[in-house]
């Protein structure tokens, strides 16, 4: 057991009662000291004691029981680490995480059927995540259904933050501010603003309490890394995230942000800033799963006529009558996708040699119809 843990520099980096009560139980490793990951990256991992960063590495053990469990480190865990080479650490343990936000993710290129898929955790021991989207072009509702989706899965609560809104008229804002609300769950937080103001952290203030943990996600250009500019700026006096310009015909912006980062903030709290997913894949199991993510179709699912369903063309389908179509198209599209996901390799290639097969069957009733003509 560790002799002696600095609950107070702890404290500093986000340190919650769940993960307290856990270190205070005692942990195996006499050696090790508890400290938090802050930044993954591909030759090495930083991790922050409360105090100041290490450079790290990931012990063999560990790598070879995480990777046995199809798992891997995260922004946010806690591990337990020893000093290795001047300057440096070993983990040696992981702590027992949170909640966690996670996404399948391909192992060859996106949409290929070839390629694996597998499970990624995106940030590990959150308490809430600020949903950034602009209300410039960047405002999409769809792509809102599929962030909320993903913290909903997590059991991760949510913030809707709306950056932008000194680039849109009034009548825009109110008008996607609206448009917002019909996709919400009920209650959730909705905040407008200008992410490069300080008035962003007073706004963000009930969220940023001591021993908390909140994640920037969007789309890049969105301003989530402007947004972590400014809280750390108003916490501490300064900035560090490297911020761009946005595209001007559909407000799109550059991968500035290219690695997840945990900042801690004067007082306690932590923001985890991430780049723009590029391809965010629920991970989900079955189509119940996926209603509870939206929230409505669960809710309306029980007074359809028929127990099992699909929310199509049955008749007496309360769903299909109550939720609006886009909405439902987007909740059948991500069940799509996760049926894909599910399939095994000798499946997916089945399901290639169909495809081909569908392909060369079109390609040839085209030339059928070619030498009618002629």
């Given amino acids: 057991m560790i002799e002696h ?38 030759e090495h991992l930083l991790l922050h004691d409360g105090r100041q960063t290490h450079r790290a590495r990931c012990s063999t053990a560990l790598q070879r029981d995480l990777q046995a469990q199809d798992e891997a480190l995260a922004v946010g865990d806690w591990v337990l680490a020893r000093a290795d080479e001047p300057g440096g650490c070993c983990i040696t343990c992981r702590l027992l995480p949170g909640r966690r ?81 019909e996709v919400l769950p009920a209650g959730m937080p909705v ?26 996600l ?38 500035t942000t290219t690695v997840r980062t945990l900042l801690p903030l004067p007082g306690g709290a932590c923001v985890i800033d991430t780049p723009g997913l590029r391809a965010l894949r629920l991970d989900v199991e079955d189509a119940d799963q996926l209603a509870d993510a939206f929230g409505d179709v669960a809710r309306l699912a029980p007074m359809c006529r028929f127990r099992d369903c699909q929310h199509q063309q049955e008749p007496g389908c309360a769903v299909r009558e109550a939720v609006d179509e886009p909405r439902l ?7 799509r996708e996760a049926r894909r996901d599910s399939l095994t390799q000798l499946e997916r290639r089945e399901q290639l040699a169909q495809w081909k097969a569908r392909g060369r069957a079109a390609q040839a009733r085209v030339r059928g119809k070619r030498g009618d003509a002629a």
């Avoid at 936000?101 to 940030?123: E, F, P, W």
Wanted: overall charge positive; charged content about 20%; some cysteine.
């Fill in 329 to 335: 198209r987007n909740f059948h599209k991500l069940l």
């Fill in 101 to 181: 936000i996670v996404r399948r993710t391909s192992g060859g290129r996106a949409n290929d059927a070839r390629g694996g898929i597998h499970r990624q955790v995106l940030v590990s021991n959150v308490d809430t995540a600020l949903l950034v989207m602009g209300l410039d072009h960047d405002f999409q509702l769809r792509r809102l259904e599929r962030y909320l989706a993903l913290v909903r899965l997590a059991g991760v609560a949510a913030v809707l933050v709306l950056s932008k809104a000194d680039t849109v008229t009034p009548e825009l804002a109110a008008r996607r501010l609206a448009e917002a609300g």
């Fill in 5 to 42: 843990i600095d609950f107070e520099a702890l404290s500093t980096i986000g340190l919650g009662e769940a993960m307290r009560a856990q270190l205070a139980c005692g942990v195996a490793d006499p050696q090790a000291r508890p400290m938090r990951l802050v930044e993954v990256q591909r």
């Fill in 191 to 216: 905040l407008a603003m200008d992410v490069r103001q300080g008035s962003a952290a007073t706004a963000l203030a009930a969220w940023l309490q001591p021993g908390q943990t909140l994640v920037l």
């Fill in 218 to 255: 969007g789309s890049s250009g969105a301003g989530k890394s402007t947004l972590a500019n400014s809280l750390t700026l108003a916490f501490s006096g300064q900035a560090d995230r490297d911020t761009g310009a946005v595209r001007a015909d559909d407000s799109r912006g550059r991968h």
